[in-house]
């Protein structure tokens, strides 16, 4: 009888903590046997970690990526009336934050190779109504951040870097989140660097926006019972922050690890003779799919490894069934949602993005992916387009 194939989840955790268990399980035992579950030593010490990994003054130990998105808008005082130039294309809690604050996402296209904003169409978005630009590093490769430092510095800006799928990623050797006045970071469980459930952070150089971060995480409140501002509860937990001052060492060592499944994709599937050029998507694929790219300075830390295939419904289905896990990052881009509709854009306002949305592709790429499982992902996509 013959062996039947392996599987492939996208994401498979377990491996990770296996390794760390005893280290981790001390973390959460130490904490537990503290009683000190909100703030404290294990969250002041993971910010200090993560203010040096990104290379920033301070870091504020939040509930979320989401609330960290809310706490840098509240901090810089955005809302009614103000407009936030973003992507849309990237997960809801992007715009989802700056709507909820009461300020207008305006919605700039895609760069199709690397699938963040496309910088040269930013300035023709900006309004007297517009107070800041918020570049998402989606995927793990950052957005230009020089040239939109510059287009912020030339129109007064002020630029939030969602860097919540890209911690450790850099461009020209400078860290995601230390290139605009803040930086969000997420610590879901499925980022390079993930929690055991929800975790963020604030990361800046600046010294005010840093205080009132931390003002506005405990309701607005300094000192005990007095407030100062409104704020809301959007503490990063001790428990977390325990789990996560273990698992900081190893993130670089993760990254490398994903590079190299990137790099074994990569070399596989041009042995395949499916690897086609981007240019391509304008025309047909001819049976093979776009690899992502790498653009020029960047460092890029594959949080996930997108690519653009035809029939991608049916690709998806074929993996699936075979066993190969595979997900769709995103399947409407953010102005074809129903609750966005309120901000009248049309179908084909933004069609790089929209295009993303009906071709994009998540494979498996976790550090812990072995080479046969990756030469296995590629066999199954060969087999579907020969
Ligand atoms: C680009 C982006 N922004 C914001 C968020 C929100 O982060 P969280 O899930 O920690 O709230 C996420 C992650 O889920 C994200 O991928």
Same mark, same amino acid.
């Given at each position: 009888?013959?062996?039947?194939?392996?599987?492939?989840?996208?994401?498979?955790?377990?491996?990770?903590?296996?390794?760390?268990?005893?280290?981790?399980?001390?973390? %959460?035992?130490?904490?537990?046997?503290?009683?000190?579950?909100?703030?404290?030593?294990?969250?002041?010490?993971?910010?200090?970690?993560?203010?040096?990994?990104?290379?920033?003054?301070?870091?504020?130990?939040?509930?979320?990526?989401?609330?960290?998105?809310?706490?840098?808008?509240?901090?810089?005082?955005?809302?009614?009336?103000?407009? %936030?130039?973003?992507?849309?294309?990237?997960?809801?809690?992007?715009?989802?934050?700056?709507?909820?604050?009461?300020?207008?996402?305006?919605?700039?296209?895609?760069?199709?190779?690397?699938?963040?904003?496309?910088?040269?169409?930013?300035?023709?978005?900006?309004?007297?109504?517009?107070?800041?630009?918020?570049?998402?590093?989606?995927?793990?490769?950052?957005?230009?951040?020089?040239?939109?430092?510059?287009?912020?510095?030339?129109?007064?800006?002020?630029?939030?870097?969602?860097?919540?799928?890209?911690?450790?990623?850099?461009?020209?050797?400078?860290?995601?989140?230390?290139?605009?006045?803040?930086?969000?970071?997420?610590?879901?469980?499925?980022?390079?660097?993930?929690?055991?459930?929800?975790?963020?952070?604030?990361?800046?150089?600046?010294?005010?926006?840093?205080?009132?971060?931390?003002?506005?995480?405990?309701?607005?409140?300094?000192?005990?019972?007095?407030?100062?501002?409104?704020?809301?509860?959007?503490?990063?937990?001790?428990?977390?922050?325990?789990?996560?001052?273990?698992?900081?060492?190893?993130?670089?060592?993760?990254?490398?690890?994903?590079?190299?499944?990137?790099?074994?994709?990569?070399?596989?599937?041009?042995?395949?003779?499916?690897?086609?050029?981007?240019?391509?998507?304008?025309?047909?694929?001819?049976?093979?799919?776009?690899?992502?790219?790498?653009?020029?300075?960047?460092?890029?830390?594959?949080?996930?490894?997108?690519?653009?295939?035809?029939?991608?419904?049916?690709?998806?289905?074929?993996?699936?069934?075979?066993?190969?896990?595979?997900?769709?990052?995103?399947?409407?881009?953010?102005?074809?949602?129903?609750?966005?509709?309120?901000?009248?854009?049309?179908?084909?306002?933004?069609?790089?993005?929209?295009?993303?949305?009906?071709?994009?592709?998540?494979?498996?790429?976790?550090?812990?992916?072995?080479?046969?499982?990756?030469?296995? %992902?590629?066999?199954?996509?060969?087999?579907?387009?020969?």
């Amino acid at each position: 009888m013959s062996e039947s194939p392996i599987k492939v989840p996208l994401l498979d955790l377990k491996p990770q903590y296996q390794a760390l268990a005893a280290e981790l399980d001390a973390a %959460v035992a130490e904490v537990v046997r503290s009683q000190h579950f909100i703030l404290g030593p294990e969250v002041e010490c993971f910010e200090h970690g993560v203010a040096s990994y990104c290379g920033v003054g301070h870091a504020v130990g939040l509930s979320s990526g989401t609330d960290a998105l809310i706490v840098a808008m509240m901090a810089m005082g955005i809302g009614e009336g103000d407009e %936030v130039i973003t992507t849309p294309y990237t997960f809801f809690g992007t715009a989802g934050s700056i709507v909820r604050l009461g300020a207008k996402p305006v919605f700039v296209d895609i760069e199709p190779a690397s699938f963040n904003l496309d910088v040269a169409k930013i300035e023709a978005a900006i309004t007297p109504r517009t107070r800041a630009i918020a570049p998402v590093h989606l995927f793990g490769q950052m957005a230009p951040m020089k040239m939109i430092n510059r287009l912020a510095r030339d129109h007064d800006l002020l630029v939030i870097e969602d860097a919540a799928q890209a911690i450790g990623a850099k461009q020209n050797d400078r860290p995601a989140g230390s290139f605009g006045h803040v930086g969000c970071l997420s610590f879901f469980p499925t980022k390079n660097l993930g929690g055991f459930g929800d975790g963020g952070m604030l990361v800046t150089d600046d010294a005010d926006y840093a205080a009132i971060a931390r003002q506005l995480r405990n309701h607005g409140m300094e000192p005990k019972y007095f407030h100062p501002r409104i704020g809301g509860n959007f503490r990063l937990d001790a428990l977390q922050a325990a789990v996560l001052n273990v698992k900081l060492p190893h993130l670089n060592s993760w990254h490398e690890k994903r590079r190299t499944n990137a790099a074994l994709y990569r070399k596989l599937f041009e042995a395949a003779g499916l690897a086609r050029d981007i240019s391509q998507l304008e025309r047909s694929l001819e049976r093979g799919i776009v690899l992502p790219t790498e653009q020029a300075g960047n460092f890029h830390i594959y949080n996930q490894f997108i690519i653009y295939a035809e029939q991608r419904d049916e690709l998806m289905a074929h993996l699936k069934s075979n066993g190969v896990g595979c997900e769709i990052y995103y399947p409407l881009a953010l102005h074809q949602q129903e609750c966005f509709r309120l901000l009248a854009y049309q179908q084909g306002d933004f069609p790089y993005a929209e295009r993303a949305a009906a071709m994009s592709l998540a494979l498996p790429i976790y550090p812990d992916l072995t080479p046969e499982m990756i030469e296995r %992902v590629v066999e199954v996509i060969a087999e579907f387009y020969a």
